[in-house]
């Protein structure tokens, strides 16, 4: 990409992004991924776009970190296993978090928010999708354990519902469990038997500073204000102001 001729303005799909391969470890902290989603092979392994990708028996530790306009999806957890703080996932072409296959993952006061671009669609994938299977062609699927907690998150956007939970299919010995406390949900009112729910708000907007130029910050008056727990939140948030009391999501309140 010619980045002169376009007027270096940042388009999706410009690089891959990080491919935690098969048992591999990583730290990721205070790193901003732009302008990235595309695909790249590694030996046999299946291509699926993603600014991360972590793959199985993979961990990886994530805080004070951005994921933005990416062609395709934010963080992808591929039976890998996750633990993000202090994150923001946005403006991504694909869903801006996909737990496919089971694995094990928390995220903790991140927020994933999608609102589509003319560069970055948003038109069918909502912003979130967990999942313990994953089916390479509709035909074929494959399973895993599955383990999701997600505690003081936003999952926001455009869409009529912007987050997916699902075990269709899964056989005898596969199990599956997410708990979401005091999280912000933009979701149907399906409530999943595996999911355990605890003191969340549903389709409340966050009341963001200007989605329109990607400003994720609350604003006052914003229902995240005050709503998450109050205990297991941590001190600082994604700017690395200190946390005076217990908000939803990667930004503290005003």
Known sequence: LDRAYFGYVGYPGEWCGLWFVPLSTGRISHAVFKNCGNGAAYYQYSIIPAAIRVDTGAKVTMDHSIIENSISLGILGFQGDVTATNCLVHTTGGQALAVTMGGTDTFINCTFANYGT????HANAGTVAILDWYSPDSRNYYYGDLSVLMRNCIVYGSL???IVCDTTGSPTGIHAGIRMENCLLKMGNVREPFITFEACLFNQDPLFKNTGDEDFHLT???????AGTPSGFPSDDLDSKPRTGSDIGCYRGP
């Open 118 to 121: 003319p560069r970055t669609s």
């Open 160 to 162: 009529d519902s912007e």
């Open 220 to 226: 006052a008056g914003s229902p995240a204000i005050g």
